[in-house]
């Protein structure tokens, strides 16, 4: 790791420190790279780009109450729902089913944005790396994770080009690795980071994922996405 405080351009530019770091680790190519969107969509375009490696998104999205928007209370991915348990805002067992229930809609109106009417890839049986810009808390990684172990991959790897000392440990504890560039003692923002850490629109998440889209068809123009099960 770097000593040297630094910060990244953009999370392009994340992305491919990222995916440069990934090869000289000599991990054998993903089966399929995940990203989280939003804004863990460029960073991992550019590291399925770099791997070869089939991209596809996996929705995740921050549970948090009305009145504390931007502190997280748990994460939802699929049919995963994780609860924060360090969260200084407490909330009764019905008031977070409620909002995990809220997000979980808002998770379905973004899927269809994001497939274009394509079925998600299917992780099961392969090796899965999981990708975001950044891991402050790792609430939202842990639950990529355990839906990604949920839907059987075989093996999987997180990837972000900065992360947290704690949430780092969270995620490490139930990924089989966890690759960062940079792991910070006290990282209360991701966007500290970056250079540019402009939003990531949903129009930009739908054009990479065409792009990848368009290059793996020209690498096998018979595959056929499958359903998650």
Same mark, same amino acid.
């Given at each position: 790791?770097?000593?040297?405080?630094?910060?990244?351009?953009?999370?392009?530019? !994340?992305?491919? %420190?990222?995916?440069?770091?990934? $090869? @000289?680790?000599?991990?054998?190519?993903? /089966? &399929?790279?995940?990203?989280? *969107?939003?804004?863990?969509?460029?960073?991992?375009?550019?590291?399925?780009?770099?791997l070869?490696?089939?991209?596809?998104?996996?929705?995740?999205r921050?549970?948090a109450?009305?009145?504390?928007?931007?502190?997280?209370?748990?994460?939802i991915?699929?049919?995963?729902?994780?609860?924060?348990?360090?969260?200084?805002?407490?909330?009764?067992?019905?008031?977070?089913?409620?909002? !995990?229930?809220? %997000?979980?809609?808002?998770?379905? $109106? @973004?899927?269809?944005?994001?497939?274009? /009417? &394509?079925?998600?890839?299917? *992780?099961?049986?392969?090796?899965?790396?999981?990708?975001?810009?950044?891991?402050?808390?790792?609430c939202?990684?842990?639950?990529?994770?355990?839906?990604?172990?949920?839907?059987g991959?075989?093996?999987?790897?997180?990837?972000?080009?900065?992360?947290?000392?704690?949430?780092?440990?969270?995620?490490?504890?139930?990924?089989?690795?966890?690759?960062?560039?940079?792991?910070?003692?006290?990282?209360?923002?991701?966007?500290?980071?970056?250079?540019?850490?402009?939003?990531?629109?949903?129009?930009?998440?739908?054009?990479?994922?065409?792009?990848?889209?368009?290059?793996?068809?020209?690498?096998?123009?018979?595959?056929?996405?499958?359903?998650?099960?």
């Amino acid at each position: 790791m770097n000593s040297t405080p630094f910060t990244f351009v953009n999370r392009t530019t !994340a992305g491919i %420190q990222l995916g440069d770091a990934i $090869r @000289r680790r000599g991990l054998a190519a993903p /089966g &399929l790279v995940l990203g989280l *969107p939003r804004g863990g969509i460029p960073v991992a375009f550019e590291i399925a780009r770099a791997l070869g490696a089939p991209l596809d998104v996996l929705p995740v999205r921050k549970i948090a109450t009305p009145e504390n928007p931007e502190f997280a209370i748990g994460a939802i991915a699929g049919k995963t729902v994780v609860r924060e348990s360090n969260s200084p805002f407490a909330v009764s067992t019905q008031r977070f089913a409620e909002l !995990a229930r809220l %997000q979980r809609v808002e998770l379905r $109106r @973004r899927e269809r944005i994001y497939r274009e /009417g &394509l079925s998600p890839l299917n *992780p099961k049986g392969v090796d899965v790396l999981l990708v975001d810009d950044g891991l402050a808390t790792g609430c939202t990684m842990l639950a990529a994770v355990r839906e990604a172990n949920r839907l059987g991959a075989s093996r999987v790897v997180v990837a972000a080009p900065v992360a947290s000392d704690s949430g780092h440990a969270l995620v490490r504890a139930e990924a089989d690795e966890v690759i960062a560039l940079r792991i910070e003692p006290h990282l209360s923002s991701v966007g500290a980071w970056y250079d540019d850490f402009t939003q990531v629109e949903d129009s930009e998440v739908c054009e990479l994922l065409g792009r990848s889209r368009a290059v793996a068809n020209k690498r096998s123009p018979t595959r056929q996405p499958v359903r998650f099960p």
